[in-house]
């Protein structure tokens, strides 16, 4: 089993559609959630990150966090055709490497 | 923040030799990290590069074929040795990532390999 599992999708909405991205985990000691979004040809860069559990929210942006659970989401409202690109979630804890999930690719469709 | 410059940005190589990719941040760091991503697959960490002791490997990766200098705090290589055409794929350096303080990771562009 992988420590982090998320769906590879590709995964391809209309704009303005409402996105929910999803991750599960099953090591119980991540202390802190990211969201990375990679356009194509580029490197990783940070979108959100969470602490604990919880909620985040950054414009259009919300990260959630249930460790209940072992799931993550973020959700991305009123998509819009810049947003296409892969979102990796990544998770770690303190001292420890990052661990990544596959990563989505989404594509929202003018 | 970090910015982080990675050369080359891409290559087609033969197989059987090697390739060198360097990287460079713009501020001193304690550990730099090596990652591989296959197409269509998440970051795979192949190494973290300390300054002034050895290269710690992942499971899978070994020091024969994936050497790692870092000279100094800014600056690390990885060498892609004998290739194969199983080791076409982009590599990433990334600083950063390793705490709460120090959360946020921060990647170079990449270095997107064929071997042919």
């Known amino acids: 089993q992988k420590e982090v599992e998320q769906d590879p999708g590709p995964l391809s909405v209309p704009e303005g559609a409402i996105v929910s991205l999803n991750c599960t985990y099953s090591n119980s000691a991540f202390q802190y959630f990211m969201w990375y979004r990679q356009y194509s040809r580029k490197g990783p860069e940070l979108l959100m990150y969470t602490y604990s559990s919880g909620n985040k929210e950054d414009g259009r942006f919300t990260a959630q966090v249930d460790k209940s659970s072992k799931y993550i989401s973020l959700f991305i409202r009123d998509s819009q055709p810049s947003d296409s690109a892969t979102y990796l979630c990544a998770m770690g804890r303190e001292g420890q490497k990052l661990v990544f999930g596959q990563g989505t690719r989404l594509t929202i469709n003018p | ?116």
């Not at chain 2, 460079?24 to 550990?31: C, F, G, K, L, N």
């Open chain 2, 1 to 116: 923040s970090a910015v982080i410059s990675q050369k080359p940005s891409r290559d087609i190589c033969q197989r059987g030799t090697s390739l060198t990719i360097q990287c460079q941040v713009d501020s001193q760091v304690t550990m730099m990290f090596w990652y591989r991503q296959q197409p269509g697959q998440s970051l795979t960490l192949i190494a973290t590069a300390n300054q002034g002791s050895e290269a710690t490997y992942e499971s899978g990766f070994v020091i024969d074929k994936f050497p790692i200098s870092r000279p100094n705090l800014t600056f690390s290589t990885l060498t892609v040795s004998n290739m194969s055409p199983e080791d076409s794929s982009i590599y990433l350096c990334s600083v950063g990532g390793t705490g709460q303080i120090n959360t946020e990771a921060f990647f170079g562009q990449g270095t997107r390999l064929t071997v042919v």
